[in-house]
Nanobody, 121 residues
Framework: QVQLVESGGGLVQAGGSLRLSCAAS????????MGWYRQAPGKQRELVAT???????NYADSVKGRFTISGDNAKNTVYLQMNSLEPEDTAVYYC???????????????WGQGTQVTVSS
């Protein structure tokens, strides 16, 4: 019903930058929020950043000042600009969207397939 397609992961040296993109498609009536989560090996999935259609953002403390989330409402797309990357940022990054479908009463969470980000020291 909803597909989230991510792109932009890869391998980068510490101090470098990467930009992730995630486009949502399907029977979308409205998107209440989009965001990025990450999961490192042996760790639980954690919030990185979220954004609502009015531009309200929320960041994990560990990425504040280094990562910037932005969105294009017309394209149902969210971006994550990651600067000053550290080895501790190495993880699989997942796109998330809270979506209200046509004919649905409540929004549901949808997830992308994940994209690997590896930061070498």
């Amino acid at each position: 019903q909803v597909q989230l397609v991510e792109s932009g992961g890869g391998l980068v040296q510490a101090g470098g930058s990467l930009r992730l993109s995630c486009a949502a498609s399907g029977s979308i009536f409205t998107i209440n929020a989009m965001g990025w989560y990450r999961q490192a090996p042996g760790k639980q999935r954690e919030l990185v950043a979220t954004i609502t259609p009015d531009g309200t953002t929320n960041y994990a403390d560990s990425v504040k000042g280094r990562f910037t989330i932005s969105g294009d409402n017309a394209k149902n797309t969210v971006y994550l600009q990651m600067n000053s990357l550290e080895p501790e940022d190495t993880a699989v990054y997942y796109c998330n969207a809270l979506v209200l479908l046509y004919l649905s009463r409540e929004p549901d969470d949808y997830w992308g397939q994940g994209t690997q980000v590896t930061v070498s020291s």
